[in-house]
């Protein structure tokens, strides 16, 4: 016997009972992104594995460890993505939607893809919500980013659960002057730092900062800090950002040791973190990338832009009890017909009823089945009425109208006046 199939570890079927949950959520984002007008942008899911190793990095944990890539059958070799400013930079560009200055803002949601130890809140394939920003170099457009997050946790009831943690990482140049004094400081101290740190220390200092180990945390704390060595046009950058979110009352607290895994990072990075799902505790992070595009072939384009992983949020909006109530019933009427006749009749009626009310949730029972049959799964359905048709209804035609939930006895309906009847009773979405 062959053995069973199975989904890839750390690659989820999310289930209907989930879905509700997941387009709520996405539903929430897109109509808050929609409002402060950025555009959704789809891009594939896979690329040319040479854009991710220019774009993040050689030196980071995705590219040296966590990439899903393979070669075609020409012999290209080709990556699943494991995030979405590289390829959204690189269909801007293809596309030339930001030259001359053209100002981009821009969403978008899916799947990414990154070979990690599976664990709660930690996935092979996971899903994200992120937003690039061209063209634009102010801290006006980093704060509108925090706000816009701000309010989402509002919308969801997440404010109490989260904390927004900021850091400025400074131009290029002052991050070359920072990491020359923290390579001098740490390679004093380099016996006493972990492996990984040391490593880290020759190809990528600043991911030292990032590090859980404890001994290496307690070194860090005399370790010199970028606050000191960054230039005035960046420390104003940063005033200016402090300062909008003081004007709407966004908490924040400021991390000198937030550096954000990728490498293209200048300026502002900020993460908000949750300590309601253990490890995995950041649910949105981001910053600003002004030296990106040119980076990748472009002209010099100020970025901007974060990402959110969806499976976190979700997971948090079950852990603290913030799944509204109204997900959980999907059907708002059942429809139950006895017979042939008044099958025929009922679906007749059926599709009337969805033109006059397009939003109502109708359910029509398939199958046949005896009375008990039908309205057991009229029950099941989670419905909040029961629509009954047969020989007798169909005479007269009327239906019977039974509240499922509840009180109130049972009534005949006449089919013309239905569709109105319904609208009194059912709370249309
Ligand atoms: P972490 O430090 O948790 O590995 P990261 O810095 O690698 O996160 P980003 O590349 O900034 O993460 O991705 C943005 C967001 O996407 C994260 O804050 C998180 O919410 C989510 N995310 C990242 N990797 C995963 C994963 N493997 N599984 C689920 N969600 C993820
Ligand atoms: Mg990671």
């Given at each position: 016997?062959?053995?069973?199939?199975?989904?890839?570890?750390?690659?989820?079927?999310?289930?209907?009972?989930?879905?509700?949950?997941?387009?709520?959520?996405?539903?929430?984002?897109?109509?808050?992104?929609?409002?402060?007008g950025?555009?959704?942008i789809?891009?594939?899911?896979v690329?040319?594995?040479?854009?991710?190793?220019?774009?993040?990095?050689?030196v980071?944990?995705?590219?040296?460890k966590?990439m899903?890539?393979?070669?075609?059958?020409?012999?290209?070799?080709?990556?699943?993505?494991?995030?979405?400013?590289?390829?959204?930079?690189?269909?801007?560009?293809?596309?030339?939607?930001?030259?001359?200055?053209?100002?981009?803002?821009?969403w978008?949601?899916?799947?990414?893809?990154?070979?990690?130890?599976?664990?709660?809140?930690?996935?092979?394939?996971?899903?994200?919500?992120?937003l690039?920003v061209?063209?634009?170099?102010?801290?006006?457009?980093?704060?509108?980013?925090?706000?816009?997050?701000?309010?989402?946790?509002?919308?969801?009831g997440?404010?109490?659960a989260?904390?927004?943690?900021?850091?400025?990482?400074?131009?290029?140049?002052?991050?070359?002057?920072?990491?020359?004094a923290?390579?001098?400081?740490?390679?004093?101290?380099?016996?006493?730092?972990?492996?990984?740190?040391?490593?880290?220390?020759?190809?990528n200092?600043?991911?030292?900062?990032?590090?859980?180990?404890?001994?290496?945390q307690?070194?860090?704390?005399?370790?010199?800090?970028?606050?000191?060595?960054?230039?005035?046009?960046?420390?104003?950058?940063?005033?200016?950002?402090?300062?909008?979110?003081?004007?709407?009352?966004i908490?924040?607290?400021?991390n000198?040791?937030?550096?954000?895994?990728?490498?293209?990072?200048?300026?502002?990075?900020?993460?908000?973190?949750?300590?309601?799902?253990?490890?995995?505790?950041t649910?949105?992070?981001?910053?600003?990338?002004?030296?990106?595009?040119?980076?990748?072939?472009?002209?010099?384009?100020p970025?901007?832009?974060?990402?959110?992983?969806?499976?976190?949020?979700?997971?948090?909006?079950?852990?603290?009890?913030?799944?509204?109530?109204e997900?959980?019933?999907?059907?708002?009427?059942?429809?139950?017909?006895?017979?042939?006749?008044?099958?025929?009749a009922?679906?007749?009626?059926?599709?009337?009823?969805?033109?006059?009310?397009?939003?109502?949730?109708?359910?029509?029972?398939?199958?046949?089945?005896?009375?008990k049959?039908?309205?057991?799964?009229?029950d099941?359905?989670?419905?909040?009425?029961?629509?009954?048709?047969?020989?007798?209804?169909?005479?007269?035609q009327?239906?019977?109208?039974?509240?499922?939930?509840?009180?109130?006895?049972?009534?005949?309906?006449?089919?013309?006046?239905?569709?109105?009847?319904?609208?009194?009773?059912?709370?249309?979405?």
């Amino acid at each position: 016997m062959s053995k069973s199939l199975q989904a890839i570890r750390g690659m989820n079927d999310i289930l209907p009972e989930q879905t509700p949950l997941w387009r709520y959520f996405e539903g929430t984002v897109a109509r808050l992104l929609d409002n402060y007008g950025y555009r959704q942008i789809r891009m594939p899911i896979v690329e040319f594995t040479e854009l991710f190793k220019r774009s993040i990095g050689e030196v980071t944990d995705i590219v040296e460890k966590e990439m899903y890539t393979f070669d075609d059958r020409n012999g290209d070799s080709l990556t699943l993505r494991p995030e979405g400013t590289a390829a959204c930079v690189r269909a801007v560009l293809e596309h030339g939607i930001t030259g001359g200055g053209q100002v981009q803002k821009l969403w978008y949601v899916g799947p990414m893809f990154r070979h990690e130890r599976p664990q709660k809140g930690r996935y092979r394939q996971f899903h994200q919500i992120g937003l690039e920003v061209f063209n634009l170099e102010g801290p006006d457009i980093d704060a509108e980013l925090i706000v816009m997050t701000w309010r989402l946790w509002g919308e969801l009831g997440l404010r109490d659960a989260v904390k927004l943690e900021l850091n400025s990482l400074g131009t290029s140049e002052s991050r070359g002057r920072y990491r020359e004094a923290l390579v001098e400081f740490l390679s004093a101290h380099i016996d006493k730092l972990d492996e990984d740190s040391q490593r880290r220390l020759k190809t990528n200092p600043l991911r030292v900062l990032d590090t859980k180990n404890a001994e290496t945390q307690a070194i860090l704390v005399d370790a010199p800090k970028m606050a000191d060595y960054l230039d005035d046009e960046s420390r104003a950058h940063f005033e200016g950002l402090k300062a909008r979110l003081d004007a709407v009352g966004i908490p924040y607290v400021i991390n000198p040791k937030l550096v954000r895994g990728l490498d293209y990072y200048s300026k502002t990075v900020f993460e908000w973190v949750t300590d309601k799902l253990g490890a995995q505790g950041t649910v949105c992070a981001g910053g600003r990338y002004d030296g990106l595009v040119e980076q990748m072939g472009g002209k010099p384009t100020p970025g901007v832009g974060f990402a959110m992983g969806i499976e976190r949020l979700v997971l948090m909006l079950e852990a603290l009890e913030k799944v509204p109530e109204e997900l959980s019933r999907q059907v708002d009427v059942y429809l139950c017909a006895f017979g042939e006749a008044a099958e025929l009749a009922a679906l007749a009626l059926s599709e009337r009823v969805r033109d006059q009310l397009p939003n109502l949730r109708l359910q029509i029972n398939a199958g046949a089945g005896s009375f008990k049959s039908q309205f057991k799964k009229a029950d099941k359905s989670g419905a909040l009425y029961a629509l009954i048709l047969g020989d007798d209804e169909l005479a007269q035609q009327v239906v019977g109208f039974k509240p499922l939930r509840g009180q109130g006895e049972q009534q005949s309906i006449a089919w013309d006046a239905l569709a109105a009847h319904l609208a009194t009773c059912v709370v249309q979405g």
